[in-house]
């Protein structure tokens, strides 16, 4: 196992990896962009492709072509491998015993009860009245059914139990760990029994999970109408959008994603032919729903049948999403009861209407206009009990002022008894809460960031610029002074810097600090040769000056001692010291070159 895992990581580029997945531009020897991993607008995010790793010096997310997959796609590490050795060729031998990941049995298991599901829906007598609904009172063609892999779960529970624990060998404790079953005296009674089946899959195209619809001849009974799959190891409601595996490509080739709220508004919107449409499983979007899609478009378009005005969630996600700098508009469906509905009815009153949405700020506040009477004081004090939490939940200061200019205007009162009415709603918001104590990691030194600045540059710089440049007893502290000891040794040895060569040859508790220096931007520093030997010796002349500045003090204290002491020749020469090393301080900061930032 070991071997096959090391014959992938040696056939995988770390650099070519994280490419499909995020935008990175060359930065010196290595490549950088915004972090994946949270918000923000300078990127801080690193990946070298000597070393194979990657390090976000924002949120401080680290690791190697696995950890990546692990973090980004949510993999265990059995799929990371499997998707990495399929990528880079690389055939893997059976695991022993043939074990494999508890997610990856849960996705194998869960696509099995799929596939039964379709073929009772298409190929047996069960099926029949499901079939027959799906195709003449939705109006779905059997291709649609096919592509999103539609099925039927029969009322006779047995049928899931005997498939998958008689015929495929699976664990009844692993159906229902897979939400898929419930056991009651001694049976296990399949939880869509009766039910239309939706596979629920992620956009990696695994089956995570279902939701199941009742018949319309069963809808009377008292049974929910809709059931999805419980939370289980692979299938978490706030991270999955239905429909993504299918619409990904078209979302990003629109830069667009319609969000519905339901299975068959997606697919009928997908027959209808609007093919960059996705469901959320709930009325309002999450913030991984918001950062998945925002791997594959900058727009989303709410054609949701919700009260955004009055869903505090749905509010909250407009802004998540606008933090993320997604654009969020909102589609107006009037007449029709859903987008599916208007898809089936009317193809050409569902493309305007996704044409012509507006703001999704404009929208809820013209909609709780829309509710007022805001010529009456009541109307007025009805309007502002509504509005106010809608620009609190602005979290844009500069968007938020811009929408208590609008409502003060259309209410004819001033902005700021608008913003007054604000401040006490936020602070009536505001909650005590204990505070939590925390080991802060201390500040480091401006000593530490010269030195960390001197290795950096040594580390990502050609050997010739600064092979007469050796400066090793500038270098003080522990970690940084091990490390440049290592990198003497090695350069002692070998002519040629190679970084990956020198990591493996490293003590484990210096890689950390190594990788941190060989990531860390140099602002296009190592392109340019002259800048560079600028700005090295700035930080040699830096790390010289503080050197003295430190023995200074130390023959400070000395002197004082010898004085106290009556050691007369001691203090002499100490005073010698004192005043020489003076005179270099002078020199130095005579000559001292400007320019050098650095930055903790």
């Known amino acids: ?92 031998s059976p695991v022993q015993g043939g074990r494999r990941s508890e997610k990856q049995k849960l996705y194998e298991l869960n696509a099995h009860a799929s596939q039964l599901y379709h073929y009772l829906l298409l190929k047996h007598k069960v099926g029949q009245t499901a079939l027959a609904y799906l195709t003449k009172e939705r109006g779905l063609k059997l291709d649609t059914i096919v592509k999103f892999r539609l099925g039927y779960s ?5 049928v899931l139990r005997n498939f998958l624990v008689d015929k495929k060998g699976y664990q009844i404790q692993e159906i229902e760990t897979a939400g898929l079953a419930i056991s009651r005296e001694k049976r296990v009674i399949d939880r869509f029994a009766g039910r239309v ?39 978490h409601k706030g991270n999955l959008l239905y429909g993504l595996n299918i619409a990904r490509g078209e979302i990003k080739q629109k830069n667009q994603a319609v969000i519905v709220e339901g299975e068959l508004d997606v697919i009928s919107s997908w027959q209808a032919g609007f093919r960059n449409v996705v469901a959320t499983k709930g009325s309002a979007l999450t913030e991984d729903q918001i950062r998945l899609l925002s791997r594959f478009a900058k727009e989303l378009v709410l054609a949701m049948d919700t009260d955004l005005a009055g869903n ?70 009805g309007f502002s009990r509504e509005i106010l939490p809608v620009l609190v939940s602005i979290a844009d200061k500069i968007v938020q002022a811009h929408y208590v200019e609008i409502v003060a205007r259309r209410l004819k009162v001033p902005s700021e008894a608008v913003l007054e009415q604000l401040a006490k709603i936020s602070e009536a918001r ?15 030194g401006r000593r530490e960031l010269l030195e960390e600045r001197f290795l950096t540059l040594i580390f990502q710089s050609e050997p010739d610029i600064l092979s007469k440049r050796r400066d090793y007893s500038l270098i003080k502290t522990p970690l940084n002074k091990r490390i440049a000891d290592e990198y003497k040794k090695y350069s002692s040895k070998n002519k040629k810097f190679d970084p990956a060569k020198f990591s493996e040859a490293l003590p484990k508790e210096l890689l950390v600090g190594f990788a941190e220096m060989v990531l860390a931007d140099t602002q296009g520093l190592t392109d340019s040769p002259e800048r560079l030997n600028k700005e090295f010796g700035v930080v040699v002349g830096e790390l010289g000056e503080l050197t003295i500045r430190e023995r200074l003090k130390e023959l400070g204290v000395k002197i004082r001692e010898y004085e106290e002491g009556g050691k007369e020749e001691k203090l002499e020469k100490a005073k010698r010291a004192f005043a020489k090393l003076t005179d270099k301080l002078s020199s130095l900061e005579e000559q001292k070159i400007s320019g050098i930032i650095l930055h903790e």
């Open 1 to 92: 196992m070991a071997d096959q895992v090391d014959e992938v990581k040696q056939k995988t580029d770390i650099v070519s990896l994280i490419s499909e997945f995020i935008d990175l531009k060359k930065a010196g020897r290595n490549y950088r962009a915004l972090c994946p991993f949270h918000s923000e607008r300078t990127p801080s995010f690193m990946v070298s492709s000597e070393l194979q790793i990657y390090k976000c010096f924002g949120c401080g997310n680290a690791g190697d072509a696995f950890t990546f997959l692990e973090m980004y796609e949510g993999m265990d590490f059995y799929e990371a491998l499997k998707f990495l050795a399929e990528r880079a060729s690389v055939k893997l």
């Open 154 to 158: 029969p009322d006779n529970s047995q």
């Open 197 to 235: 089946i939706f596979p629920l899959f992620d956009h990696r195209g695994n089956v995570a999970g279902f939701a199941g619809r009742l018949l319309p001849q069963s809808e009377k009974s008292d049974l929910a109408k809709y059931i999805n799959s419980p939370e289980t190891p692979v299938y």
């Open 312 to 381: 505090a969630a749905a509010r909250r996600g407009v802004s998540i999403a606008q933090n993320e700098g997604l654009s969020v508009r909102v589609a107006r469906i009037k007449g029709y009861k859903d987008p599916d509905e208007i898809a089936r009815r009317d193809p050409k009153a569902l493309k305007k209407a996704i044409g012509d949405s507006v703001g999704a700020w404009d929208f809820i506040i013209d909609s709780i206009f829309s509710k007022h009477d805001i010529d009456s004081g009541e109307g007025k004090a």
């Open 430 to 444: 505001k909650v005590e809460k204990p505070e939590i104590a925390i080991d802060k990691k201390k500040g480091r």
